[in-house]
């Protein structure tokens, strides 16, 4: 059974860097992950995804250049490096990975099948 566990999110102050993690467990590590949030009253959106190889990634245009993901496939492990915190960064961020084993990425949250429980995130200003 596929597991996906966060951990990171923390309350800090507008720009401050925070580390998010995500721990896979129940499967290996070819499987296209992404990263998503979603903020109090609003839709779930893409914040960045990594291929199954580690090889390609992507950003949403509002965390480009502030944001880099990353993973660790000895650990299974996916990260996501947050700098120069912005307030409307504040959200649930969660992990998600692909169900298809070499599947590509997406930017769309209906393409991933299993999804982790999202930690907190809340930048003050």
């Known amino acids: 059974q596929v597991r996906l566990v966060e951990s990171g999110g923390a309350l800090v102050q507008a720009g401050d860097s925070l580390r998010l993690s995500c721990v896979v467990s129940g499967c290996s590590t070819i499987y296209a992950m992404a990263w998503f949030r979603q903020a109090p009253g609003k839709e779930r959106e893409f914040v960045s995804a990594?291929?199954?190889?580690?090889?390609?990634?992507s950003y949403a245009n509002s965390v480009k250049g502030r944001f880099t993901i990353s993973r660790d496939k000895d650990k299974n492990t996916l990260y996501l490096q947050m700098n120069t915190l912005k307030p409307e960064d504040t959200a649930v961020y969660y992990c998600?990975?692909?169900?298809?084993?070499?599947?590509?990425?997406?930017?769309?949250?209906?393409?991933?099948?299993?999804w982790g429980q999202g930690t907190q995130v809340t930048v003050s200003s």
């Open positions: 998600a990975q692909i169900g298809k084993r070499f599947g590509p990425y997406s930017d769309s949250a209906a393409d991933y099948d299993y």
């Open positions: 990594i291929s199954w190889s580690n090889t390609y990634t």
